[in-house]
């Protein structure tokens, strides 16, 4: 069985690609970055390394790399693939889309073959969708016709916490011990092989926004509220009582909206709650804030993981104080080395938080929410100056 899987950083390789390869597949990374792309083909595999005590690890054989800027090789390759998936950044899947496109079309026209299923496996509500819907833009007509029956692109849920690192071999990667990833079963076509360790439901959006809403949330508001006081990784800004209590505060606000929407179990959210808080303070761990708090915009936009649950909670009366402090902690995330935070930056500067809040989170003037956060970030500011 042969799986092609875009992105060889270190969640393809420490997650995605690790799985699959448990699971027998022969795993085809494809990546633009060179130096990546020759050791993954000339070694043929790699270690993963957990983050726990013993330091357990895992060889990973059976892989290989292509490059990615060679579309044809990499059309090739999905041709033949008994599945794809990716782990590049939501921002990235339209620039492969054209390259999956070309593989797609040349799998249609061979002779029959069994259903392909595509994965995006990304920190996004529909991954999968969206990247089907940028891989349609550069099909004919009749190829779409013909990709309905035979092409799936079933949504899913990741969560893995895997830092930056540097380690003498390139290749190996360190990751937490906890995983999770939840596969739409109602997308999937035909007879397929299940991924060993992969969750599949057929109802997938409350498994996304429960994952979104709570790991990626409390882990981006220890990095917003770290940074202003200064930390420099998650595991310390953790061990401060304060950030602490913004964190879970935000995660019961977050919590009590997926509660409500969902009938998720309330004991068992809340145990999963105080397990996400666990595994920001692995020992074994290092996780830069700047990492972690990287890219503001698409954090604060209004479909991601600190507006969204906001809003959502907001129309359910529910008291949002501590989403909305992330919130505004986000605005004032000034990291010279990240573009995103150099945009809003400037654009505050130039325009004020007022119209920063508006274009960034879509919260008009009018909005409660939005003279809330400005309030925030008007304490916040005052606070750190």
């Known amino acids: 069985m042969k799986a092609v899987h875009f992105g060889a950083g270190n969640i393809g390789r420490g997650f995605i690609g690790l799985l699959l390869s448990k699971s027998g597949y022969e795993v085809t990374f494809v990546d633009v970055n060179d130096k990546l792309v020759n050791l993954l083909q000339s070694k043929g595999q790699y270690t993963v390394t957990l983050a726990n005590e013993q330091a357990d690890s895992v060889i990973v054989d059976h892989v290989t790399a292509i490059d990615g ?217 290092t996780d830069e804030i700047v990492r972690v708090g990287r890219s503001p915009i698409r954090k604060i936009s209004p479909n991601d993981r600190l507006v969204r649950p906001a809003l959502l909670a907001y129309n359910l009366e529910i008291p949002v104080p501590h989403l909305a402090r992330a919130i505004a902690a986000a605005l004032l995330f000034d990291e010279s080395s990240d573009p995103e935070s150099v945009e809003l930056q400037a654009y505050i500067h130039n325009h004020g938080v007022h119209a920063a809040i508006e274009k960034y989170t879509e919260l008009t003037k009018e909005h409660p929410l939005h003279a809330q956060i400005a309030n925030e970030y008007a304490g916040l500011k005052e606070k750190r100056s």
């Open 69 to 285: 800027k060679n579309n044809a090789l990499v059309a090739e390759a999905i041709a033949e693939a008994d599945i794809v998936t990716t782990a590049v950044g939501v921002s990235v899947l339209k620039h492969i889309a054209a390259a999956i496109a070309e593989g797609i079309e040349l799998r249609l026209s061979r002779e029959s073959r069994p259903p392909l299923h595509i994965i995006a496996c990304e920190n996004a509500i529909g991954g999968s969708t969206q990247l089907k819907n940028h891989v349609y833009e550069h099909l004919s007509d009749a190829a779409k016709g013909q990709a309905d029956q035979s092409i799936a692109f079933p949504d899913a849920a990741v969560d893995r916490i895997v830092p930056l690192q540097q380690h003498e071999d390139p290749l190996l990667v360190t990751v937490e011990p906890f995983y999770e990833w939840t596969v739409d079963r109602s997308a999937m076509r035909g007879d397929f092989k299940e991924i060993a360790g992969v969750h599949y439901v057929d109802q997938l959006l409350p498994y996304i926004e429960r994952k979104l809403f709570t790991v990626n949330t409390g882990h981006c508001i220890a990095a917003y509220q770290g940074f202003l006081s200064g930390y420099e990784t998650i595991q310390e800004a953790m061990k401060d009582p304060t950030i602490v209590a913004e964190v879970k505060g935000a995660l019961l606000e977050s919590g009590a909206m997926l509660v409500k929407t969902y009938s998720f179990d309330d004991t068992s959210h809340q145990q999963y709650v105080e397990q996400i808080l666990e595994r920001f303070i692995n020992p074994y761990l």
